[in-house]
């Protein structure tokens, strides 16, 4: 019996597909779930920005955005590829709260009852296998990708990871 669900988030389109499957499981058994949000801290400029505009952030985190996105451009060697940017952690809270919000939101929209939702800072990974542990979660549903890019590839991506160690099933969606 699946009583209780963890699905993570990062706000990207596998991850939006994870919440519709995990929301499809959850009224099918009664289930609750609970959506982990771990905070975006190694994300690109254009990766957050693109974030906020889906979930609906505006104003002055993107205008943090857009600002520390120049500055490393001004700084970085022209030719190479942009990495993490260093965005406060009151605004990537900001942001982790509004993607965790919009997946309560479409739960909620699918007929899930029983909804919490965990704004973590830490390793994707290990939070969502904590997560699963301390709430004695059967069953974690996830994207297969999020916002990580080819480097994920090489050193093994969360959702491979937490395949791997989390100790209940794990469904991966893409």
Same mark, same amino acid.
């Given at each position: 019996?699946?009583?209780? +669900?963890?699905?993570?988030?990062?706000?990207?389109?596998?991850?939006?597909?994870?919440?519709?499957?995990?929301?499809?499981?959850?009224?099918?058994?009664?289930?609750?779930?609970?959506?982990?949000?771990?905070?975006?801290?190694?994300?690109?400029?254009?990766?957050?920005?693109?974030?906020?505009?889906? =979930?609906?952030?505006?104003?002055?985190?993107?205008? *943090?955005?857009?600002?520390?996105?120049?500055?490393?451009?001004?700084?970085? &060697?022209?030719?190479?590829?942009?990495?993490? =940017?260093?965005?406060?952690? *009151?605004? #990537?809270? /900001?942001?982790? *709260? /509004? +993607?965790?919000?919009?997946?309560? $939101? &479409? #739960?909620?929209?699918?007929?899930?009852?029983?909804?919490?939702?965990?704004? !973590?800072?830490?390793?994707?990974?290990?939070? +969502? =296998?904590?997560?699963? *542990?301390?709430?004695?979660? $059967?069953?974690?549903?996830?994207? /297969? /990708?999020?916002?990580?890019? !080819?480097?994920?590839?090489?050193?093994?991506?969360?959702?491979?990871?937490?395949?791997?160690?989390?100790?209940?099933?794990? #469904?991966?969606?893409?």
């Amino acid at each position: 019996m699946i009583n209780t +669900i963890i699905v993570p988030t990062d706000g990207s389109g596998h991850a939006n597909k994870a919440i519709d499957m995990a929301g499809e499981i959850a009224v099918k058994f009664g289930a609750r779930v609970v959506v982990v949000q771990a905070l975006l801290q190694h994300a690109t400029a254009p990766d957050l920005k693109a974030i906020c505009q889906d =979930i609906g952030v505006e104003g002055d985190v993107v205008k *943090e955005i857009d600002e520390l996105a120049a500055m490393v451009e001004r700084v970085a &060697a022209s030719g190479y590829p942009q990495g993490p =940017i260093p965005v406060s952690s *009151e605004t #990537l809270r /900001r942001v982790g *709260e /509004r +993607i965790a919000e919009k997946a309560h $939101e &479409a #739960l909620s929209a699918k007929g899930v009852q029983d909804v919490t939702t965990q704004v !973590v800072d830490g390793d994707p990974a290990s939070s +969502i =296998i904590a997560a699963a *542990e301390h709430e004695k979660a $059967e069953l974690v549903v996830m994207g /297969r /990708r999020g916002l990580g890019n !080819v480097a994920g590839l090489v050193m093994g991506s969360v959702s491979h990871k937490v395949a791997h160690l989390a100790e209940c099933a794990c #469904l991966t969606v893409k």
